[in-house]
């Protein structure tokens, strides 16, 4: 079956950095875009980035010159390096995969910034 499996959340102080990282299986995982998203408390899903098959990237403007999107299809993981932390930044984060034939979500991973 189809599995997003996210990983590299935790409580980070404000300024810090992380790397969440979201390993796929049982997908040709080329041919998806892959995005992150995020859900803060008492606020809808937002995209955060994402990347394409071909590599092209969309960043929100909120995380935009902060944030790093990268795919490696070799080892069917995209990751978002995520530098210079705020605490709106605190949120559960979501991997997608997005192909025209399906659309799967991760479980997500909780990322907090102390301030």
């Known amino acids: 079956q189809v599995q997003l499996v996210e990983s590299g959340g935790g409580l980070v102080q404000a300024g810090g950095s992380l790397r969440l990282s979201c390993a796929a299986s049982?997908?040709?995982?080329?041919?998806?875009?892959m995005g992150w998203y995020r859900q803060a408390p008492g606020k809808q899903r937002e995209l955060v980035a994402a990347?394409?098959?071909?590599?092209?990237?969309n960043y929100a403007d909120s995380v935009k010159g902060r944030f790093t999107i990268s795919r490696d299809n070799a080892k069917n993981t995209v990751y978002l390096q995520m530098n210079s932390l705020k605490p709106e930044d605190t949120a559960d984060y979501y991997c997608?995969?997005?192909?025209?034939?399906?659309?799967?979500w991760g479980q997500g991973t909780q990322v907090t910034v102390s301030s």
């Open positions: 997608n995969g997005y192909s025209n034939y399906a659309n799967y």
């Open positions: 049982g997908i040709i995982f080329s041919i998806y875009a």
């Open positions: 990347i394409s098959s071909g590599g092209r990237i």
